[in-house]
């Protein structure tokens, strides 16, 4: 009953290849996103989807490609991996209450650790 | 975006009150604070969020000035439990962007043994 899940949750690869990321979340959520974490911690968005509608993109290399089949998941697909690529991703979804105002609570997932070797 | 300022870490004795304070001398009108703490090897978990004076809830306690410039995060009773690290973000949900979550380097809680 995991809230926000993501798979897998290591992912070593070489440099390169092509890997995805799977994200699915059972709260109901019509918003999801994408960020990514880096080895000095910083965590930064990537990309956020509104009902399956890419609203925020946050001039991510054209190598990551979220797709998102259904508004339970979004994916991320990742092409031609570079060293500089590795880092832990965080999925994560919140509930739009209003248009405007206060930010929304964000529920994230366990994260994924990838190394590109 | 507002920038925030937080201490890089902190350390705390079981038992006491632990108060991190966060800067945002550039927070906008619409602006609202937000709380989030991150476990070793977890995402971020949300924990409270404030426009102004205190908000309290079962976890923390947010005090934020009149002028808003800084806010402070109290945990009342610190526990081994409670090593994280925890963020403050400063934003507010737009239209155009909806949620769009700026988080800094955050401040490093740990136990002082």
């Known amino acids: 009953d995991t809230a926000v899940s993501q798979t897998p949750k290591y992912l070593v690869t070489q440099m390169g290849n092509d890997k995805s990321i799977k994200c699915e979340q059972n709260l109901g959520h019509d918003t999801m996103y994408w960020y990514k974490q880096d080895s000095k911690k910083f965590l930064k968005i990537m990309f956020s989807?509104?009902?399956?509608?890419?609203?925020i993109n946050e001039t991510v290399p054209n190598r990551f490609s979220p797709k998102s089949p259904d508004k339970a998941h979004l994916n991320l697909h990742i092409n031609s991996l570079e060293l500089g690529d590795s880092a832990v991703y965080f999925c994560?979804?919140?509930?739009?209450?209003?248009?405007?105002?206060?930010?929304?609570?964000?529920?994230f997932g366990p994260g994924t650790r990838l190394t590109v070797l | 975006l507002a920038k925030t300022t937080q201490p890089i870490s902190m350390d705390s004795y079981e038992g006491q009150e632990v108060n991190i304070t966060c800067s945002h001398n550039?927070?906008?009108?619409?602006?609202?604070i937000t709380w989030y703490q991150q476990f070793p090897s977890q995402g971020p978990r949300f924990i409270i969020q404030g426009y102004k004076t205190k908000v309290t809830n079962e976890v923390a306690s947010l005090f934020i000035p009149a002028d808003r410039k800084s806010s402070t995060l109290s945990l009342p009773r610190f526990s081994l439990s409670d090593t994280a690290v925890y963020y403050c973000?400063?934003?507010?949900?737009?239209?155009?962007?909806?949620?769009?979550?700026?988080f800094g380097a955050g401040t490093i809680l740990r136990v002082k043994s």
């Open positions: 973000l400063v934003g507010e949900r737009k239209r155009e962007y909806g949620n769009k979550l700026v």
């Open positions: 989807y509104n009902n399956k509608e890419l609203i």
């Open positions: 550039n927070i906008a009108t619409n602006d609202y």
């Open positions: 994560a979804s919140s509930q739009e209450v209003r248009l405007a105002g206060s930010p929304d609570t964000q529920y």
